[in-house]
């Protein structure tokens, strides 16, 4: 069975979309097949993966909205062999204010997901920034999260913000959700802030943190504009070996043996 992580972060700038992309794509490249769901309005997981969201017509607005099955909506990447995706789509703004009179509004996504968990070995959400009904249904659908921490000042203010709506997740709705890492971003060898918040993340959060730690890259922010994950964008860019190493890092921690193809 298929684990299902949740990329989230209601910070924007983090790299949480950047994570979603690439750790999907890596652990594809380890030949994990591997579906990455993007559950955010702005579909920037769609386009990074070379999807114009404009000629999407069906995306996981239907599929939480208007019942439509999931497995009906998946794309495959023309690029990556074992990498699978549930486009997303402007209307996707409009769901939370559709779904407010739904039964179980915040099962939405899980029910739609829970027929593709046989079929993958791992599903990825990107969620949206911010902490609302869409991200809710995220992390209720979710197994584990995984949080990007950019490595500036800000840092820690919104990682309390997150670790409270986990909390409330665990104890109302989905009481098997874990923290599968802190992942740190956007590090700066060279600035003494970033080695100072990898310090006070690492002292506050021990075993919660990556061992991976994502570092600023070039190539990490020209691949979505072609269209492309860094690791074909540019394989052997610091980026792409860091995305690599988390995608290794994760599967490790899992014991999780590929499913037959």
């Not at 999931?70 to 769901?95: K, M, Y």
Request: net charge negative.
């Amino acid at each position: 069975m298929g684990k299902i992580i949740a990329v989230a972060n209601q910070k924007g700038g983090v790299g949480k979309t950047t994570t979603a992309i690439n750790l999907a794509a890596s652990l594809a490249a380890l030949e994990f097949k591997t579906l990455l769901v993007d559950a955010d309005p702005q579909a920037n997981a769609t386009s990074g993966l070379g999807f114009d969201p404009a000629t999407i017509t069906s995306s996981i607005y239907e599929c939480m909205v208007e019942d439509v099955k999931a497995e009906d909506i998946i794309l495959q990447s023309a690029t990556i062999e074992f990498l699978d995706l549930i486009p997303s789509h402007i209307d996707l703004v409009g769901a939370e204010v559709e779904m407010i009179n739904l039964p179980n509004r915040e099962e939405k996504m899980r029910e739609a997901l829970a027929p593709l968990r046989e079929k993958y070995d791992f599903i990825i959400i990107d969620c949206s920034p911010s902490l609302g009904l869409i991200t809710v249904n995220s992390l209720t659908a979710a197994d584990s999260v995984a949080i990007p921490v950019q490595c500036e000042y800000f840092a820690l203010e919104g990682l309390g913000k997150l670790l409270n709506t986990i909390k409330i997740i665990q104890s109302r709705l989905n009481p098997d959700l874990a923290i599968e890492g802190i992942l740190l971003t956007m590090y700066d060898v060279r600035l003494r802030l970033s080695n100072q918040v990898v310090e006070e993340v690492k002292t506050h959060f021990q075993q919660m943190v990556f061992d991976t730690i994502i570092p600023r890259n070039v190539k990490l922010s020209e691949s979505p504009s072609f269209g492309l994950p860094a690791i074909l964008h540019d394989a052997e860019s610091k980026g792409a070996m860091s995305y690599l190493n988390l995608a290794r890092e994760i599967a490790e921690k899992n014991s999780v043996v590929a499913l037959e193809k």
